[in-house]
């Protein structure tokens, strides 16, 4: 099994694994279950300073009936523990979520019509290097009759990341590994908990392997 995971400049991430010795990595997803689909979950961008960055996403109606769909952008932190985003409220935008302008706010879609939108990332001239991140978000009601402005249940949401080129720093530090055994009775797997900080100012990728090891230093499993 190959770990792939994503860690947000400056961010910790923690993970845990249910293992057999290993038995799972879990990932999460940001877009409920609504009547449409949009492509892809995540987007990675980059541009310099004062640049106008362009990017796309697919909407797509799955229901029965013509829907609207409307266009709008949060700002997001991942919780430590979890890595599950955290969105913050619409009236606290800024960074990316302010960059982002839509060539429209609104797609309205046919059943099982899907449709391309285009965005423009517009870099301020004294924007910082290393990367921004903000949530684009899809929602079948308008912002303003949706109570509180932010309710990430009545939506659907694209993470984009957008790194602004210039001083980068890319550095990581693997901050602790923990494993409890589980109930033994069931089936002798236990958990491994292991937590990862991005101490750079660019978003990373990481990927490893979990090696097993018996109490002779023996490999027993790879993953």
Known sequence: MR?????????IIRLSSFVAIVVAFFGLSTQPAHAFVIAPATMDLSGERGAVVKGEFTVMNTSEQTETYYLDTLNFEPDEESGNPFFSPADSRSGLAQWIRFTTEEVRLLPDEYRTVSFDAVIPADAPSGTDHAAITISPAP???????????AKSAILVFLTVEGESEAKMSFLDLSAKPRLWWLDGSMTIDYRLQNQGNIVLVPQGTLVAKNIFGIEVARF
């Open 143 to 153: 912002a303003d009759i949706i109570p509180g402005g932010a309710s990430v249940e």
């Open 3 to 11: 770990i792939l995971f994503l860690s947000l400049p400056r961010g």
